[in-house]
């Protein structure tokens, strides 16, 4: 999969991934449709930062939430 094409596709694998590592709980919250496409860069920047790091405390999870809720379309 080339991530460097902006698509929903890559969003929803993405979104998906992040979901993932992060063990959300409630996944369900975070739809790729509800991300804004002009935000692909940033999106694609959380991501790869997330699959970089085995481990993430409390804080940095809800830093990463944080982040992707700003992200989200208004």
């Given at each position: 999969?080339?991530?460097?094409i902006k698509s929903k596709e890559n969003m929803n694998f993405m979104v998906?991934?992040?979901?993932?590592?992060?063990?959300?709980?409630?996944?369900?919250?975070?739809?790729?449709?509800?991300?804004?496409?002009?935000?692909?860069?940033?999106?694609?920047?959380?991501?790869?930062?997330?699959?970089?790091?085995?481990?993430?405390?409390?804080?940095?999870?809800?830093?990463?939430?944080?982040?992707?809720?700003?992200?989200?379309?208004?």
């Open positions: 999969m080339d991530l460097s998906g991934k992040i979901s993932d590592k992060l063990n959300f709980i409630n996944a369900e919250v975070m739809k790729a449709s509800q991300f804004d496409e002009e935000k692909y860069e940033d999106l694609h920047d959380i991501y790869e930062l997330v699959m970089k790091r085995d481990h993430f405390s409390p804080s940095e999870r809800q830093a990463i939430a944080e982040e992707l809720g700003s992200l989200r379309k208004k």
